[in-house]
């Protein structure tokens, strides 16, 4: 697992590396906040574990995209939190599904730049 006491900022660069950070995640916040936020962190680690399985979602190109989409998502939460809006909270967690609107943009954002790596690399 990586080491994120570290003073340099991690960029993950494989999907397990999102994954434990998740895990752990998971267990601070199940101990420290409310159930709702739990949830979402558990809604992300369900849907980070399915795009393992699936293999949708990996690769130089794919992985930090991934991470700042799940981040767009973390950021929009605490605003429903504080305003104690349940139907928003519910929207957040429900952008994390194969068939979102803005998980799609991420799979064609990861396409156009694999596409992108594969015309510059030499062809062989």
Same mark, same amino acid.
Not at 76 to 95: Q, R, T
């Given at each position: 697992?990586?080491?994120?006491?570290?003073?340099?900022?991690?960029?993950p660069t494989e999907d397990q590396?999102?994954?434990? &950070?998740?895990?752990? =995640?998971?267990l601070l916040v199940s101990e420290m906040y409310v159930n709702i936020v739990a949830d979402l962190v558990d809604a992300t680690r369900r849907f980070v574990l399915l795009l393992r399985k699936t293999k949708s979602m990996h690769g130089p190109e794919a992985v930090p995209e991934l991470v700042a989409w799940i981040d767009d998502r973390f950021e929009?939460?605490?605003?429903?939190? &504080?305003?104690?809006? =349940?139907?928003?909270?519910?929207?957040?967690?429900?952008?994390f599904q194969f068939n979102h609107d803005s998980y799609v943009q991420v799979v064609q954002r990861v396409i156009n730049l694999k596409v992108e790596a594969d015309l510059k690399s030499p062809a062989t």
């Open positions: 697992m990586p080491d994120f006491s570290r003073r340099t900022i991690y960029h590396h999102v994954l434990a &950070a998740l895990e752990v =995640l998971s929009s939460f605490p605003s429903c939190l &504080a305003e104690y809006d =349940l139907a928003a909270e519910e929207e957040v967690k429900s952008h």
